[in-house]
């Protein structure tokens, strides 16, 4: 039991790394832009094409991984910005819509370029580690490390470097920090760079663990978007945290809830989470 | 170093602004008085184009004002509002920073520097979030970063509002020590002390317009300065 429990929450880990990339991007992007992108989980989708074309082409998955952040979150990134850019002191809901039917073009370009049939990506590395009687793939914990790697590397960037400083500057008082000096256009368009960038690593990272299908970044879309609200809309760390304990959650309450209704253990977690946060920031307005 | 000529400003419909003229000087510290609501903060935010349309000429150092409000901020103008200007969910340390880091590293310690000295408290709050800093640390705050970054010319919005004396006179040392630097000061206040400490003349402002222009040397207490711009004119 004990080593099924170890297994299933290395299992959730996986899953939850991967996510908080994705819902880590969505965060910032709403909390810079106030964008909610209901195409984040399709440039994970573009991501995974990314490794399996990089495979096809005997260029390596590694590389492939490096072309996914770089093709799909700069061109991607710059791409949306220009899709979203006319429309960004209109109302909100033609932002989403806009999101949504880049969703349903992404999804249906990739159908019909790729075909809408999974294809599967080999892992680089084939080792198994022994976790009891369990020999666990040690390519999923190199998932969990790489996640883990950038979202330190997010971090730091947040916190320490010039445009990192700025990126959260703009997302807290954008007209005072154009008032300092600061090129807010640049800005934004680092983080709609960042934010697909991120997605996309997420979409080459899990490839071998999911295949590749045109639709591949429905679930983790969904997912990321709970994981935004739970974890604060605009909250890079809450984002992530969320996302890893969502993940591990799932992955132990699947050990005694047997198929999709362990999902009811997840949105039983979401709840309790939204009832904590709202009852702290009561206590925040009392004070 | 800043001249506005037949300035107009509007919000929407709203004609704010109706065709003012006014300088200030390289070292010279100019104020703005008026009633609230005749367009005083509106003057600034034209200056740093945040939002109103404008007609007319605004120049700066011999060249017209144009382009965005960052592009402006990089001519060498300072502005700090009234209200909202602190980053709540950064540090004291990093709200400094944030307009430091447009220049060579080097820079950026003395950035720091220089805003602790003008107040101290600031030093000692350096790790502090800036939203829970009292209202009158978080006026400190907003007008050192400004000062900080050692602008040619620095806008400033109702500086004393809503502080104690002794922080009036802080606020007004720091605005005047810049001023004996060389930096053009346009400042928006009601407080007769900080005027008096900071500026050598004023524009007073009625319903969209300049309507005079004065020494403050004219003025020996804060009741004359009042009766002058509760009438439109010199009293």
Known sequence: MGESVAVAALNGLVVGASLALVAAGLSLLFGVLGILNFAQGDFFM??????WLALANGLGFWLGVAAAAVVV?????????????????????????????????????????????????????????????????VYDLV????????????????????????LRAVAQN?????????????????????????????????????????????????NAFIVVIAGGLGNFRGAAAIALALGVVEALGAIVIPGQAVQLVVFGFVIVLLIVRSQRQRVLVRL | MLELEGLHSFYGRSH?????????????????????????????????????????????????LRGA???????????????????????????IRTGALLGPRREHRRCLDTAYELFPVLGERRAQLGGTLSGGQQKMLSLARGLALRPRLIMVDEPSEGLMPINVDLIARALKRAVDEGTGVLVVDASFQL??????????????VITGEHDLDEFTTADRLVQTYLKGEAG
């Open chain 1, 46 to 51: 573009l991501g995974a094409y990314a490794v």
């Open chain 2, 16 to 64: 704010i602004i109706q065709g003012i003229s006014m300088r200030v000087a390289p070292g010279e510290g100019v104020g703005l008085v008026g009633h609230n609501g005749v367009g005083k903060t509106t003057t600034l935010r034209s200056v740093m184009a945040l939002g109103p349309r404008t007609r007319g000429r605004i120049a700066f150092e011999g060249r017209e």
């Open chain 2, 195 to 208: 005027l008096k400490t900071v500026c050598s003349r004023v524009y007073v402002m009625k319903q969209g």
């Open chain 1, 143 to 166: 998932v969990v490390a790489a996640a883990a790697i950038i979202l330190a590397g997010g971090f730091v960037f947040l916190k320490y470097v010039r445009y990192g400083i700025w």
């Open chain 1, 174 to 222: 954008q007209r005072m920090a154009s008032v300092l000096g600061v090129p807010v256009f640049r800005v934004y368009a680092l983080t709609f760079v960042i934010s697909l960038g991120l997605a996309a690593v997420a979409g080459s990272l899990l490839a071998p663990l999911v295949s590749v299908y045109p639709t591949v970044g429905l679930d983790i879309n969904l």
């Open chain 2, 69 to 95: 409000a960052h592009a402006r901020a990089r001519r060498g103008i300072g502005f700090v509002p009234d209200a909202e200007a602190v980053f709540a969910d950064m540090t004291v340390e990093e709200n």
């Open chain 1, 73 to 137: 979150g700069i061109a991607g990134g710059l791409g949306l910005m220009a899709m979203l850019w006319p429309l960004r002191d209109r109302a909100h809901a033609l932002v989403l819509l806009a999101t949504l039917a880049l969703s349903l073009i992404l999804q249906q370009l990739a159908s019909n370029v790729f075909g809408a049939d999974a294809k599967p990506v080999a892992a680089p590395i084939d080792a198994r580690i022994p976790i009891g009687s369990h020999d666990y793939p």
